[in-house]
């Protein structure tokens, strides 16, 4: 038996009929505290996800969902949170847990498949992944700088390239030296 997620939003796949289903689902503000904690950002304010559910042979449901969050997240840059929104669509396919098979390598251009146990899909865990995948790596705040020096102009690498390039040539142990520095 699986933990039960922080945002759990089960719907019957017996509730899917032939013309599908709409649904949309929200996290409450209690949920978005426990969600921003899963995934390690300062903050969840709003995570809503609509959905069009299609029923499909073998108790098969696929989903396309229409995803909408506000957060906060830190700056990598300055390491101060900032908040973000996002917004986008996916579609996932569930698969009922005794007919999943996962294979050894993905196809990384095929709809990701979700298996679930019972009679229901939960179409908020399923929004709380997609949230987490859609996340930045790297975030930064729109106004966020560089300090000064941590980047040089490509002018400034060539100029110590040669720099170092000349010191090597009058000196063959110039290399060794810089080396023998460093572990001091």
């Not at 390491?79 to 698969?95: C, I, N, R, Y």
């Amino acid at each position: 038996m699986t933990p039960k997620s922080e945002f759990s939003r089960l719907t019957a796949v017996r509730r899917i009929g032939a013309g599908g289903l709409s649904v949309t689902v929200e996290a409450t503000p209690e949920e978005c505290l426990r969600i921003a904690e899963r995934l390690n950002i300062p903050e969840v304010s709003m995570l809503r996800c609509k959905y069009q559910l299609q029923a499909g042979p073998g108790s098969e449901v696929t989903a396309h969902g229409a995803l909408a969050a506000r957060f906060k997240q830190e700056c990598v840059r300055t390491l101060e949170p900032f908040e973000d929104v996002l917004a986008g669509s996916f579609t996932v396919k569930f698969v009922p847990e005794e007919h999943f098979v996962e294979t050894a390598e993905p196809d990384l251009e095929a709809v990701d498949e979700i298996p679930y146990e019972g009679d229901s899909v939960d179409l908020g865990e399923a929004a709380i992944e997609q949230f987490a995948l859609d996340l930045p790596l790297y975030p930064h705040a729109p106004d966020a700088a560089l300090p000064p020096g941590l980047v040089i102009e490509e002018e400034e690498v060539e100029r110590r390239a040669q720099k170092e390039a000349q010191a090597e040539r009058v000196n063959p142990f110039a290399s060794l030296e810089r080396l023998r520095r460093k572990d001091n």
